[in-house]
């Protein structure tokens, strides 16, 4: 029987380009709070399952052996500080695998930020392109120090390929940015706003089916536009969530660096395209109470 951990994973559940960075970073500024020093270490999730062609990994995927090299690199980042009681992490591509993730972390608990996929869309068409990205070198170092042994070469061929195809001006994009939802290769071919409607409908829709399975005490929804708006009503609800007493003298401190960013700026980017996404998002828009794409019969 696997060994419970005497801290708590938190998972942070979000499409990219949904405030999942700023949401992590805030968090670890209350003591006892810990995450990774690099951005995502989706290389470690899919240690086992490299080759699996998505990043939609069922739960019986989750070898002991897979469990045993995650376990581990969650208690080395608590080891890495006293009394550590929270472990966030926040690989976006997880939006695509809960119920995964809960198998190898049975006692973690999770928070679900969503924002508006029009948003997500303008915004993740910019990072597909290359655009708005960290500085490459020093990003990917970052990651590779997490990254199993093994699975390296996998992954630098990748990067050097897509590198590669931009710098030489064969591709105006990535191969592939962000998670990979079921089928997305099939996809190729489509234009890009809509792979990227399609990649944060899954997203949402994967992560809120596995919610509806899962006992309400260990999973929190907020929204990324609360959260820019009112971030310090929004931080409240997550500490009580989490039972983490907070001063109004620390809570200056904690929301000191969020911003509000491009919050309903997605419709006008993408005006002329509603046909094209509103088909793919107009369902999961509905549900979380955001404005559907008008010009669609969905």
Known sequence: MTAMFDFIPLIIIGAG??????????????????????????PLWRHGNINWPNDEIPPERATSAIKEKIRAAFQKIAASQPDTRFVVEKTCANSLRVDYVHEILPEARYIQIVRDGVDVVASASKRWKGELEVEA???????????????????AARFLKNRWMMLSGQQDRFEVWGPRYRNMQQDGNLPLTEICAKQWAACVDRSDTAFTTMDESRYLRIYYEQLATSPAAVFRKIFTFLDIPVTDTM?????????????????????????????????ALRRHGYTPLQNTGN
């Open 17 to 42: 380009r949904s405030g999942t960075n700023i949401l992590r970073d805030s968090l670890c500024k209350v003591d006892g709070v810990v995450t990774w020093n690099c951005d995502e270490i989706n």
């Open 137 to 155: 070198v020093p990003y990917y170092l970052a990651k590779l120090r997490y990254t199993p042994w093994q699975d390296i070469p996998h992954y």
């Open 251 to 283: 809570m200056e401190h904690i929301i000191s660096d969020v911003r509000v960013f491009s919050v309903g700026k997605g419709h006008s980017v993408l005006q002329g395209a509603d046909d094209m996404i509103g088909r793919h998002i107009n369902s």
